[in-house]
């Protein structure tokens, strides 16, 4: 499935460093106490716009589950899991 062209991401890789990329702009680096806040202020125009999760093929489930827990425990909206298909 193809995210949203105005979904916001947040990558997790491997290594369990984070990433955010913005539609159209650029995808930023950050720790993951400036995570919910990123997205918190990339929301104030459009509260209602998505947020994905997009956790590498090789990174621990729990990884996931613990950025979806702290999201959610600041308040971020409209969370989802973009899964890529196996072989891509």
């Known amino acids: 499935a193809q ?3 105005d979904a916001l991401q947040v990558n997790i890789r491997a290594d369990q460093s984070l990433s955010l990329t913005l539609p159209g702009k650029y995808e930023r680096p950050l720790s993951r106490s ?3 806040q990123a997205i918190i202020d990339a ?3 459009n ?3 998505p947020v994905l999760i997009v956790g590498d093929k090789n990174v621990k489930y ?5 950025v979806m827990d702290e999201l959610q425990r600041q308040q971020v909206k409209r969370i ?3 899964v890529q298909p196996t072989g891509k």
């Open 62 to 66: 729990e990884a996931v589950l613990a």
């Open 80 to 82: 989802g899991l973009l």
């Open 34 to 36: 400036e995570l919910a």
């Open 3 to 5: 995210p949203p062209a």
């Open 43 to 45: 929301q104030r125009k």
């Open 47 to 49: 509260p209602d716009q």
